[in-house]
Every structure is written in structure tokens, then in C-alpha cells.
């Protein structure tokens, strides 16, 4: 027996979030001629995370947010061995959460950034120059922030093979996982109807594109040829 708990929308968003995190510090990095990349990047995460956060409220069981939300209840219950529900345990919902808050800082804190050489964001027209220097500061801070919580998921991954024999990562990748063996009941994942996937497709679309700069007046066209100094 077996029960379905990641729907296909949650499965993509997770693997293409990873992606895009590992291509933004890798892009970030190295700076100079790869920045272009890390703009796309973070404009790819910022999606992502709007995607996630309206399917957090309209998608499937387990995908939503009020499901796996981490009450004081919920985290003593799971403390004390008591907790024995699908989806995300509280403990792993709280690195969600965390890690999910700090990609968007890091990805809305990038669209003002500059680097001081020949980066800017999109959106840094739009601030002061010392707001754009202390969102960069602290831009650059969230690099270990972010290394440090991914660190932490990935090891609660192997905790939870090694020591204790559940497979996180096939169930995020087939959705579906074995049915509990100590007979408790758990019902699959159910909802995330095709109009809420399409509307948490246009609208994290329509957020890349404004923070892209589409509301943005267009530059000025470059002088003629004819109208420049001779010197």
C-alpha cells in the first residue's frame, strides 16, 4: 500500500528552487561576467517563491500551508513522539518556513543591489545609493544564512535514511511514499485544481516581469552619431 503525498506542481518547484539556489551562489561568486546569470537566478527564485507561497494556499493537502504550519502544539506533540501525520513534521516545517523567508529577502534585496563595478538590479534605480549599499551588505550576509539552512536540510535528510530508514527523497521526486506500517490511518493528498495552478503560474509571472523592471519607463535612446563632440 501507498499514498500519494507530493503533487507534481509541489515535486517541480522544489527540484527547480534547488537549481536555481545552487546556479545563484555558484553565478554569485564568481561575479564579473556571470552577474547577467545571477540576475536571472534570483528573478527565477523570486518566481518560484511567489508560485510557492499561492500554492501553499490553493494547492493539495500536504502542499498547503495551514497543513503542516509548526504550532507550539505540533512541535512538543513531535518532541515528545506523539506526532504521526504526512508531510512535513514540524521541525522540517520550520526549516521551510525559515529557509523560505530568507530566499525571498535574498531574492527582493538583489533586485536593489549593486556590486560597485558595473552591476546593478533592476529595481535599483528605484532607491538611494546608501539603500542600495546596505541591501547589498546584507545581500551578500544571506549567503550564509541560506548555506547554513540548506546544510541543515540536507543533513536531516541523511538522519532521517541512515538512522532512521524513511526516505524523504523518493516521495519528493515519484510523490508517493509506503503507507504507515503501524496501521494508522493517512489519507493521499487531494486539491490543487488545474485554475489554482494557473493562477499561481500568471501571477509569479507577472511578479518576474515587475521586478524585472516592466513598469519601469524605458532608458532614453542613445544620442546620434552626428550629434557627438568630434573630440
Known sequence: MRIKVWDLPTRVFHWTLFLAVTAAILTGLQGGNWMPWHERAGLLILGLLVFRLIWGLLGS??????????????????????????????????????????????????????????????????????????????????????????????????????????DLIRPMITGWKPAPSDGSRAASARGGPLWALLLALLLSAAVVWIADGGLLPPPPPPLPASSLPSW
Open 61 to 166: 493537502t500536504y502542499a498547503r500551508f495551514a497543513q503542516f504550519f509548526p504550532t507550539p502544539r505540533k512541535i512538543l506533540a513531535y518532541l515528545r513522539g506523539y506526532w504521526h501525520e504526512e508531510g512535513h513534521n514540524p521541525l522540517g516545517a520550520l526549516s521551510v518556513f525559515a529557509l523560505l523567508l530568507v530566499l525571498l529577502f535574498q531574492a527582493l534585496s538583489g533586485l536593489f543591489s549593486n556590486d560597485d563595478i558595473a552591476f546593478n538590479g533592476p529595481l535599483y534605480d528605484l532607491v538611494s545609493k546608501a539603500t542600495s549599499d546596505g541591501l547589498s551588505s546584507l545581500h551578500r550576509q544571506g549567503l550564509w544564512i541560506i548555506l547554513a539552512l540548506v546544510g541543515l536540510h540536507i543533513l536531516a535528510v541523511l538522519f532521517y535514511k541512515l538512522v532512521r530508514g524513511h
